[in-house]
């Protein structure tokens, strides 16, 4: 994707796993953990402190895929069509670690990454002999892997399991609330994550925020309560000294209950794709009034798995699909009492780039239409202006091109076509200076505009 902000397009994995947890929070008595998040060129990025002694690696935080995974190996990690951006990256060292362990072939964290049908077919891929894997008796190491995302990336790796230490905050009384201690290190051990050293179009790690076995939400045992998140202004990209925070447990929950600012809407739920969250669509408000009605594939999951919002942060920008987008552009070209910039539109990719009047950066007093999400249940979420255009140019001649940052949804951008999936995608930038709740306990996903710098640590 060529733009001034790259995006990433991630297609999940369909196997449909058990839910067994690895360590679970009932190890402690009322844990939530705190994590802080930075904003990046492309995303949002949380730092993993995997080993003994930790080893810090920065991952994007991306809840449309399952696999947590770091770059990783004593040679270099190789990533083939990365950009011209790209530097060498951090990569974890097995090695340097006390607590570093292969994968078995027999557990259900090498069955889910290899999509297989049929749990022997690792162990048998390994080269054990059948009475050793019908018995659960090998010990071989789980088979390499291939991980597959979206516009052709993916990543080439192994299964390894090490301790990884997060900010967990153990208080009296339950729910979290305001009362909550500061957040300390809470070690969890035997967290089983990819040991990449190559791959396509994916420069840094992920931590998969899924609802599948291989998840950081699903082994730390989060699945049964939730996480919320509040995702920082692009402005402050590549700046690490401001963060936002991850929250997962009772203190999002508690947090979005206490606030009668969220706005619901019910987490659809798919029998062919268990693994994502979804959302329905009803419709998309432009300024105050005019409304483009979104189609019945928008608003549901039918039977076959196929329709709905896949609520992605992995994914930069949000996609619609065709006839819709379409109607979206229109409605909004006609709102805007700006000249259209077709060149820029041809140069970048947008569908629709305006000339809006501006002596200096950073040309926040424009009369660009507001957008409005219609959401299943009668919710109307109303993105922040800034999460729903960008100014692509620097002022010339008292002039600035902005850009609406929707893009048009297809096959390779992760369903909704022939393949079936999801029919559009909420990316991360316009969850920007939103304050999102995931509701595993109600069913429900919660979004609340905010300025996250705010609570900005």
């Not at 069913?443 to 505009?449: K, L, N, S, Y």
């Amino acid at each position: 994707m060529s733009s001034l902000v790259l995006g990433l397009s991630h297609v999940r994995s369909l196997y449909t796993p058990s839910m067994t947890i690895l360590n679970s929070t009932n190890n402690y008595d009322f844990l939530d953990i705190i994590e802080p998040v930075t904003a990046y060129t492309d995303g949002y990025l949380l730092s993993l402190n995997l080993g003994a002694p930790p080893q810090v690696l920065q991952v994007y935080l991306d809840t449309g895929s399952d696999l947590t995974w770091v770059p990783c190996g004593s040679t270099s990690y190789q990533c083939i069509d990365c950009g011209d951006e790209h530097k060498p990256t951090p990569t974890f060292l097995p090695s340097q670690s006390s607590s570093s362990t292969t994968d078995l072939c027999g557990s259900r964290f090498c069955v889910d990454v290899h999509s297989s049908d049929n749990r022997f077919d690792p162990c048998a891929a390994a080269g054990c002999a059948i009475p050793a894997f019908t018995g659960g008796l090998c010990s071989r190491p789980c088979p390499p892997f291939s991980y597959t995302y979206g516009g052709g990336a993916l990543v080439l790796g192994s299964l390894a399991r090490d301790s990884v230490t997060l900010h967990g905050s153990i208080h009296d009384g339950g729910g979290g609330g305001s009362t909550a201690p500061a957040p300390r290190p809470v070690d969890f051990p035997g967290f089983c994550f990819g040991c990449v050293g190559s791959s396509v179009r994916e420069p840094i790690g992920i931590a998969g925020f899924g609802r599948g076995t291989l998840s950081l939400p699903s082994q730390l045992g989060f699945l049964g309560k939730g996480f919320s998140h509040c995702f920082l202004g692009f402005r402050y990209a590549r700046n690490p000294n401001v963060s936002s925070p991850l929250v997962m447990g009772d203190l999002a929950l508690s947090a979005a209950a206490a606030d009668g600012g969220f706005l619901f809407t019910p987490m659809l739920r798919s029998a062919t794709y268990p693994n994502f969250y979804y959302v329905g669509l009803e419709g998309v408000g432009v300024g105050n009034g005019t409304a483009a009605a979104a189609p019945p594939s928008l608003s549901g999951v039918d039977a076959e798995g196929n329709g709905g919002v896949l609520v992605d942060t992995g994914t930069t920008y949000t996609h619609l699909p065709d006839p819709f987008y379409a109607s979206v552009l229109e409605a909004l070209g006609s709102a805007a009492p700006y000249e259209r910039a077709r060149d820029v539109e041809a140069r970048t990719g947008f569908g629709l780039c305006l000339r809006v009047p501006c002596a200096r950066a950073p040309c926040a007093d424009d009369q660009l239409p507001p957008v409005s999400l219609r959401l299943r249940g009668g919710a109307t979420l109303t993105l922040p202006k800034q999460s729903t255009y960008y100014a692509v140019t620097a002022p010339r001649d008292s002039v600035v091109v902005k850009c609406l940052l929707f893009q048009r949804m297809d096959d390779a951008g992760g369903g909704g076509g022939a393949s079936g999936g999801p029919a559009a995608v909420l990316g991360s930038f316009q969850m920007q200076n939103v304050e999102v709740v995931y509701d595993l306990v109600a069913g429900r996903v919660g979004f609340r505009p905010r300025d996250c710098a705010l609570g900005a640590a």
